[in-house]
Every structure is written in structure tokens, then in C-alpha cells.
T-cell receptor, first 129, second 105 residues
Framework: QITLRESGPTQVNPTQTLTLTCRFS??????????VAWIRQPPGQAPEWLAV???????RYSPTLKNRLTITKDTTSDTVVLTMTDMDPVDSGTYYC?????????????????????WSPGTRVTVSS | DIQMTQSPSSLPANVGESVTITCRAS??????LAWYQQRPGEAPKRLIY???SLQSGVPSRFRGGGSGTVFTLAILGLQPEDFATYYC?????????FGGGTNVE
């Protein structure tokens, strides 16, 4: 059974860096095509994909946030860490991590993202002084 | 980015009624689309993957359809637990993008 749980601060000050940790079980980030993604959801709004890291250390970032995001993995502790710099009140919301596959399109010979099957419960982050 | 336009944003309905939600992609995404249900205070839950495949454990009253740029989620005979917000997600191209949501109320 796949489970994920995120941890981190519930409140950060503007301009500070947010660091969130996702601990998972039921799968390994050393397995081919496996990844962990981060998604956030501002209050009352749709979810927004942030970043993903795969078993081979392939990383993808949201184009609008890529300058502020870093995603890393630790396969010995089964954790994925997301850092987001220069936090602003508009970054407030619930942050989730999810299990996701990397898919392969045989017609184009390229990889593309999978959907998000199992989600963490979510952690609410408020950016305010 | 691929834009996902979901309609309607709000859908009044009663128990027992059947409803349909539509998602339109700004470009062809084949069948790389999933549907999610989200209840207040909970994480989104995947209902449908690959546009029309039912997630294990999800009731068969949920039906997904479509391909290319137009997709639908039908709920046949609403149950009390189905009153929630529904989102579509395209995962054909980075970045994956969600529709704006439909609140079935």
C-alpha cells in the first residue's frame, strides 16, 4: 500500500524559504519510471503542479516557479524535499506530495508525465509576518 | 502551457439526478486526462484515468469519456457523498495542468 505524508512549517514569513519533506512508503524511488510530485492548492482554487523528481534524478519544474523551486530525493530514507525561496502571501495554501509514474510515448520516443494516483493528506502553509 | 477549461463551474443538482461535467483542452492531449473528486478538507481523489478508465474502488456510476480536446465526466444517479468539487487534469505535456473545477452542490 502506497502512502505519503508531508511535513514542514505551517507558517513562514515573507521572503523566507519554505522547506517541505515528503516521506513515503509502499514504493521505492529506485524503481524504473517512479516519481514523486509536489502540488499546491490555494484556498478555494484549483490545484497547481509544482515539480516532480524521478528515480533516475530527472527533475521537472513549473515554468512560472522554476527559479524558486528545488526538488531533491533521498532513497535511503524514502523522502523527497521541496524548497521554495522568497515566499510571498500568494504562496499560501495546502501543499501535497503524490506518487506519479513517468510515461513513455512510443510514437514520439519521448517521456511524458503520468497522473497522480495517491496523494498525501496535505499540509497548510500560511505566508505572513 | 495547455489550458484546461472546465464547465460548468457550479452545478446545482439533487440526489438521484445524473450530471455531466465537460473539460476542454487548448490542444490535442490524446487520452492523457484524469478526473478527481475533492471533498472539503481532503486531498483530491482520482476517479478516472486515461480519460475513461475507472479507478479501482470507484463506483461505476462515474463514467469518463472523450479524447483529443473534449472530455466528459458523467455521474449517473448522484449519491449524497458525490456532492463535492471535481477537477480534470491533463498530463500529456509538461507542466500538467488542472481545470478550474466544478462544484456539484
Amino acid at each position: 500500500q502506497i502512502t505519503l505524508r508531508e511535513s514542514g512549517p505551517t507558517q513562514v514569513n515573507p521572503t523566507q524559504t519554505l522547506t517541505l519533506t515528503c516521506r513515503f512508503s509502499g514504493f521505492s524511488l529506485t524503481t524504473d519510471a517512479v516519481g514523486v510530485a509536489w502540488i499546491r492548492q490555494p484556498p478555494g482554487q484549483a490545484p497547481e503542479w509544482l515539480a516532480v523528481i524521478f528515480w533516475d534524478d530527472d527533475k521537472r519544474y513549473s515554468p512560472t516557479l522554476k527559479n524558486r523551486l528545488t526538488i531533491t530525493k533521498d532513497t535511503t530514507s524514502d523522502t523527497v524535499v521541496l524548497t521554495m525561496t522568497d515566499m510571498d502571501p500568494v504562496d499560501s495554501g495546502t501543499y501535497y506530495c503524490t506518487h506519479t509514474p513517468r510515461l513513455y510515448a512510443s510514437d514520439t520516443g519521448s517521456h511524458y508525465p503520468g497522473s497522480f494516483g495517491v496523494w498525501s493528506p496535505g499540509t497548510r502553509v500560511t505566508v505572513s509576518s | 502551457d495547455i489550458q484546461m477549461t472546465q464547465s460548468p463551474s457550479s452545478l446545482p443538482a439533487n440526489v438521484g439526478e445524473s450530471v455531466t461535467i465537460t473539460c476542454r483542452a487548448s490542444q490535442d492531449i490524446r487520452n492523457d486526462l484524469a478526473w478527481y473528486q475533492q471533498r472539503p478538507g481532503e486531498a483530491p481523489k482520482r476517479l478516472i484515468y486515461s480519460a475513461s478508465s475507472l479507478q479501482s474502488g470507484v463506483p461505476s456510476r462515474f463514467r469518463g469519456g472523450g479524447s483529443g480536446t473534449v472530455f466528459t465526466l458523467a455521474i449517473l444517479g448522484l449519491q449524497p457523498e458525490d456532492f463535492a468539487t471535481y477537477y480534470c487534469l491533463q498530463h500529456n505535456t509538461y507542466p500538467p495542468t488542472f481545470g478550474g473545477g466544478t462544484n456539484v452542490e
